[in-house]
């Protein structure tokens, strides 16, 4: 099958839209810059014989959304796209035997051809490019499985193609290789370019993301394509303004937060030639807070400066109850749509910033990341053989900086993507996969950003990551959610204010990210006054066996730890003073076990002599223990396998045993060997490992 259809950059300037987020979660700051519409192809191809379809699709700037017509004006980029499809798919009748595809040498995508006749009757030569895998070996076409390719109009189609009628025809032809061989054409579809002006200067059009399932309270970010430019200036980060009118076209006060865009531009050519896309704009969050059920419309303009070229557009949006959003089979995806194009226009400001900036920006991002991650794995646990699934986690990894953990979810897609034998009623469960050149781009750009720089975010988001999530996954001394607690109320001897560096700062997880005079932080009113404390109350009593206290400025001062239960009966656990070999400038952990109480602990109380190191000794988090916990379990160490994406534990110290969850929410862990070595397969290896204390 031949989809025609504009140009909308298609893997070269990238774009975003609602559409394309539509079939599956989008392949992070990659799908976040792949394509602005993802087109739902139309009939078939392939049973022993190949059979190919031309669709022809006119881009709509306004509604971005494909429309069928005949006719086409010539100032509108071109492009046509291959779906190479099982028979079956289409067909019920046909048998859904499996085709191979192998021609010697090349990619079937060299095999495609497109001839294109003009109004004279005579074959035009065109300057296409061929976009399309780049895999050589041969495939298994299956019922399900598809490829796809795409021939793009590297001219401007106005001066390459005339007004009058075109006849449009693919043709796949294979004359070596394994499996099928031989030649098959489409039929001609017919195309209408019309004698019109061409219009010049650009157009903007936006898109809603999660707009099919959109509740009040959502976050609204709207992914907005500027195209084609004739002309340039230093204004593509800014010029962009959106206003909102209700259904009854009352203007409303709402704001929204300056543009995203990536931190590297395309080229000024590129942009020139096909526009630039995404940039993203959010609703300001006390203005979504506000948001009623009802229609609204949102109206976007760009201009370059003051009085360069100007671009219109508006996007329809309609807001359902909640309950009426909540109840729709594609509320989930729309959920994860609008999470995780916020999450990326939250970094993407982030990179442009400065530091104070960033830290509020991450602190923003990271429960939204980790909301994103935990979802995720849950689709990928509901159906560990989908690519979709697999894919969707490696973005989200990505876009955390957990490159290793991205590429191994990466290998997990693609090796799900078309096993070579599959019963039947497998195939069901694979949802529709993500074709190949797509998994292959995505672990290319994994690999590419692993090897680069960290840039400026990343140093700021891990730690924003880890004290969104109450714990650090990468650390080994980092017990799991549930078995530990962050303090929920507080007091304190003396506070510097009522406000910033009051004890209530020291509540929750961590949150000052690196080793410096924090507001977040709870600080005496004087420093180097003598003894000062603080008390914590925590959410439940617990038998406790261990505390550990964040000092996030001057760590070293703390003498003494006192516990009391539901009674009021204290008892001292620790006292000083702290020998800990802190590095310079750095946060400090002061980690204390004692053997586990006898009575449930629901408050602690720590004492400090503020004397002994200089400055302001600030305290940023409090955690409590739980007994039967070790706090210091030997590290875990493994080799992941990328041939076969399995996981191999080679070896532990005795005593100790290996347990699995597959989630860190209501985490149910399981052991599942006593001792090592132990091989996990690929389709188990998208879990949570630890070593525990043999019963």
């Not at 709509?60 to 079956?88: K, N, T, Y």
């Not at 499996?179 to 004698?195: C, H, I, Q, T």
């Not at 309270?217 to 909102?244: K, Q």
């Not at 992941?640 to 532990?652: A, I, K, Q, V, Y």
Request: charged share 20%.
């Amino acid at each position: 099958m031949i989809i025609v259809e504009p140009n909308c950059a298609l893997m070269r300037n990238e774009m975003i839209s609602d559409a394309g987020f539509g079939r599956r979660l989008p392949l992070s700051l990659l799908c976040l810059l792949t394509c602005l519409l993802a087109f739902a192809p139309s009939n078939v191809t392939l049973a022993d014989t190949p059979h190919l379809e031309i669709t022809l699709q006119q881009f709509d700037p306004g509604a971005l959304q494909p429309v069928e017509r005949r006719s086409w004006r010539p100032a509108e980029p071109l492009a046509v796209r291959v779906f190479l499809r099982h028979l079956a798919a289409a067909d019920e009748s046909a048998s859904d035997a499996p085709v191979t595809i192998a021609p010697l040498g090349k990619p079937w995508s060299d095999s495609v051809s497109l001839t294109v006749t003009g109004p004279d009757g005579k074959t035009a030569s065109l300057p296409w490019q061929r976009l399309g895998t780049s895999e050589t070996s041969a495939f298994t076409l299956l019922s399900t499985g598809e490829r796809f390719m795409t021939f793009f109009l590297t001219e401007r189609p106005d001066r390459v193609l005339p007004p009058g009628r075109y006849s449009f025809v693919a043709a796949l032809e294979i004359a070596d290789g394994i499996g099928w061989r031989g030649r098959r054409a489409s039929e001609p579809v017919f195309l209408e370019v019309e004698d019109t002006p061409l219009v010049e200067g650009p157009r903007i059009a936006g898109s809603m993301m999660g707009a099919e399932a959109l509740a009040p309270a959502d976050p609204w970010i709207v992914a907005i394509n500027l195209s084609p430019l004739t002309t340039v200036e230093d204004h593509l980060r800014t010029g962009y303004s959106l206003r909102v009118q209700d259904a009854l076209g009352k203007e409303l006060p709402w704001s929204f937060e300056p543009p995203a865009l990536p931190a590297t531009l395309p080229e000024r050519e590129d942009v020139l030639a096909q526009g630039l896309s995404p940039v993203l704009v959010d609703l300001a969050p006390s203005f979504a807070s506000q948001v009623a059920p009802g229609k609204y419309t949102i109206h976007l303009r760009w201009r370059a400066g003051t009085t360069g070229p100007e671009a219109l557009s508006s996007v329809e949006v309609q807001v359902l109850p909640k309950a009426t959003a909540e109840s729709l089979p594609d509320r989930r995806q729309a959920v994860l749509r609008q999470q995780f194009a916020l999450a990326t226009a939250l970094l993407w400001r982030a990179e442009r910033s400065g530091t104070a900036q960033i830290e509020q920006l991450v602190a923003r991002a990271a429960p939204v990341l980790i909301d994103l991650e935990r979802r995720t794995l849950e689709d990928y646990v509901a159906s560990p053989r989908s690519s979709e699934a697999a894919a969707a986690v490696a973005e989200v990894l990505f876009l955390q900086g957990d490159f290793e953990g991205a590429l191994a979810f990466a290998h997990n897609a693609r090796a799900a993507w078309i096993p070579p034998q599959v019963l039947p009623e497998l195939l069901e469960q694979l949802g529709s996969p993500i074709p190949p050149e797509e998994l292959m781009g995505l672990r290319r750009t994994i690999e590419e950003r692993s090897t680069q720089a960290e840039g400026r975010v990343l140093p700021y988001l891990r730690p924003a990551l880890v004290a969104a999530r109450g714990w650090d996954p990468n650390d080994p001394n980092s017990p799991a959610p549930g078995e530990f607690f962050w303090a929920t109320s507080a007091s304190a001897s003396s506070e510097y204010r009522a406000s910033d560096y009051s004890a209530k700062q020291a509540l929750g997880a961590p949150n000052v990210p690196r080793h410096t005079d924090h507001a977040k932080a709870w600080a005496p009113r004087l420093a180097d006054a003598g003894e000062e404390w603080i008390e914590l109350t925590f959410p439940q009593p617990v038998r406790a066996s261990g505390i550990e206290v964040t000092q996030s400025f001057n760590p070293g001062a703390i003498m003494r730890l006192e516990i009391f239960d539901e009674s009021g009966a204290s008892r001292i656990v620790w006292t000083g003073p702290d020998t800990t070999a802190y590095a310079p400038n750095q946060i400090g952990v002061l980690k204390v076990t004692f053997p586990t109480t006898e009575q449930p602990v629901n408050r602690v109380k720590v004492i400090l002599d503020t004397r002994r190191v200089p400055g302001w000794n600030e305290i940023d988090a409090v955690k409590l223990i739980p007994g039967k916990l070790i706090l210091e379990p030997p590290a875990l160490t493994y080799t992941h396998h990328s041939s076969d994406g399995t996981l191999e534990f080679t070896n532990w110290p005795s005593g100790f045993v290996l347990q699995r969850s597959l989630s860190l929410v209501a985490a149910e862990w399981q052991t599942i060997a006593q001792s090592p070595p132990v091989t996990i397969p690929s389709g188990e290896a998208a879990a949570f490992f630890r070593l525990v204390s043999a019963p």
